[in-house]
Structure formats: C-alpha cells, structure tokens
C-alpha cells in the first residue's frame, strides 16, 4: 500500500511558476514509476508526466512537453514537478500517482487527493 500527498498547489498569473511535491508512504518508493495526471473542470482526467524508478528517464504530454518537469528524490520519497510558463489552461487539480507495473499505466495503482493549481488570465 502506497500513501501519496500532494502539495505546492495555488493560484498563480499567466506566465508564472509553480512546483508541486508528492511526498509518498513507505520504504519502496524508488520500486515506483511516478507520475502526473490533471482533472479540469468538466473534462476527464489526463495524463501530465512520468517518470521512471530510478528517474533516468521522463515523458511528457505533448501540451506541457518543454514547460513541465518531472523529478524525485528517492532518498526523501518524494516526486515534484516543476511547472514553468503558466496557461490558463493548465488550471485543474493535479494528482500524483504511483504504479506497480514497470511504466506508469493509464490507471495507476494509487493517488494522491490532489491539489488545485488555478493560473489568471
């Protein structure tokens, strides 16, 4: 059983920053691929970003590739991700998850609550 929790949400301008930290339960997260996945309002959930066990390797979705990154520090159970140029349309609340299987799948074993990152226009 794995116990994920999300913080670093809030409101932020059009253009701005914000990191996220998913602080996880445990003394086997680094056997954990990690990932991001986001929930606006009225839509369904989408995949953000992954990251792989020993964090040598990441993918992205195409609308946050070159803004967002993924990272973790296995030595503090921790996944973040660090999200630069700010769109509206980034709004949504974000949810950290961790996968048993080798890769992050689209139905990950567990999440976080979530937190809400608004960006103003």
């Known amino acids: 059983q794995v116990q994920l929790v999300e913080s670093g949400g809030g409101t932020v301008q059009a253009g701005g920053s914000l990191r996220l930290s998913c602080a996880a339960s445990g003394r086997t997260f680094s056997t954990y691929p990690m990932g991001w996945f986001r929930q606006a309002p009225g839509k369904e959930r989408e995949f953000v970003a992954a990251?792989?066990?020993?964090?040598?390797?990441?993918y992205y979705a195409d609308s946050v590739k070159g803004r967002f990154t993924i990272s973790r520090d296995n030595s503090k159970n921790t996944v973040y991700l660090q999200m630069n140029s700010l769109k509206p349309e980034d709004t949504a609340v974000y949810y950290c998850?961790?996968?048993?299987?080798?890769?992050?799948?689209?139905?990950?074993?567990?999440w976080g609550q979530g937190t809400q990152v608004t960006v103003s226009s």
């Open positions: 998850a961790a996968d048993a299987s080798s890769v992050v799948r689209g139905t990950p074993d567990w």
């Open positions: 990251i792989s066990r020993r964090g040598d390797s990441a």
